[in-house]
């Protein structure tokens, strides 16, 4: 790119902060439009609520911003390229956002899009495409170049479909072709893809697999998500309780995500989840206790009540024979007999833990809600915990910055 495209696109930035979002949304209906079968690929409940909408516009935004030195954005881009391999997102798919953002640029900013700042921005356009996909090939290739790797959608066989709590329900997932699955890391996920028929449409979703890696199967475990009626239950997570049983074939992609623990870790682990955000840690804790594995782990985990509490039995039992393993437990409501067995009443709370020990070394993940990933962190962080070992997951568009 040119230095004076450079300084046109920085200048931007101002319009862009103010008209963010609205160009971003005008952009999918335009995109939509042309591409209806595009609609497949995108999370139609997230287009609804604007959420998918904040998330590009923030990228785009936080590119212009960093023009003058994209590599900063290097982390950012291997997030959301986890999530774009994860879809099976491609490089032809580039041309076609581009062409539609660019489009957009020039439809919403009307006469103030000069033919420089449009030339401007496609050269942007094109130097953040190359660079997303070009990391999103390693990707792939990375994938490919497992132990029985594969990229894209393949179809997978339920096995088993297993009730957890009064609202998580698990799927153990076999490959149908009758080929192997890939062995995942600890913490990452894989899409499911479903067709629904109040759409007409294929929709994917994310589901961290809750198992340990070394199966030859992938177990996720899902919650059903109620909304306020039946018109705004989320779709794909009904559907697969209600409408998907045993022997039936849904869609997967790979496992992906930066959300792991690391082969080589060796220091203490503590793991804080709110309620299905139970899912990514589950599947770390049974892979070091499956490997016998000899510092502290702390399991923090907090949910509404034992109803609702997934996956009870197995972390009692595994408290019980693994000394290095330490549990504590919160429920929003918790009984008599609840608190007779340990269980702490409230919101999970770090400092409401008695002799809770905050080790210097320990490395943290938390997986939850939104607001319970930042009280879980600000709480760490306070209680004098580095930042660099506090790692997290949000079940939706990364939105939180945290670090
Ligand atoms: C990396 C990652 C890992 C994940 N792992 C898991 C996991 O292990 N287990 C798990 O259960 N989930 C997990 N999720 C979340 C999962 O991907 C889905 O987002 C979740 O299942 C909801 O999808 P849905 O299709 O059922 O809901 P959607 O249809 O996408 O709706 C989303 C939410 O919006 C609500 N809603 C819909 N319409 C309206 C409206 N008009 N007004 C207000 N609210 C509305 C729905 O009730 C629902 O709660 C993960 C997400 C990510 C990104
Ligand atoms: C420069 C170009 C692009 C930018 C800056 C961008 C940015 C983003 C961001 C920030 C997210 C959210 C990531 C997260 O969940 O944390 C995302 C998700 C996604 N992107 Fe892109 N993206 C680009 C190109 C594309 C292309 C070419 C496609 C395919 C046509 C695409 C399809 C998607 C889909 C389907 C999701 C998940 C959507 C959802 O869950 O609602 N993106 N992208």
Known sequence: MKTEQKILITATVPVLKENGVLLTKYFYNRMFTHHPELRNMFNMGNQQSGKQQTA?????????????????????VDRIGQKHISLDIRPEHYIIVGRHLIASIQEVLGDAASPEIVDAWTAAYNQLAALMSGHEANLYEQQTNRTNGWTGWRPFKVGKKMLESAEITSFYLYPADGGKVTPHQPGQFISVRLFLPQLNLKQARQYSVSSAPGNEYYRISVK????????????ISNRLHDFINENDIVDLTAPAGNFTLAPDIDAPVTLISGGVGITPLLSMLNSLVESDYSHPITWLHGCRDESVHAFRNQLNDIVKTKTNVQQHVFYNQATDE??????????????????????PDAHYFICGPSVFIQKQYHDLVDAGVNKQHIYFEEFGPQLLSLN
């Open 338 to 359: 609840n608190k007779d067995a340990g269980v702490l009443e409230g919101f999970l709370d770090i400092n409401k833990v008695p002799s809770l020990n905050l080790r």
């Open 224 to 235: 059903k998500e109620k909304g306020t009626n039946l018109d705004t239950d989320g779709m």
């Open 56 to 76: 590009l516009a923030m990228a785009v935004l936080a590119y212009a911003e960093h023009i003058a030195d994209p590599t900063v954005l290097i982390p950012v």
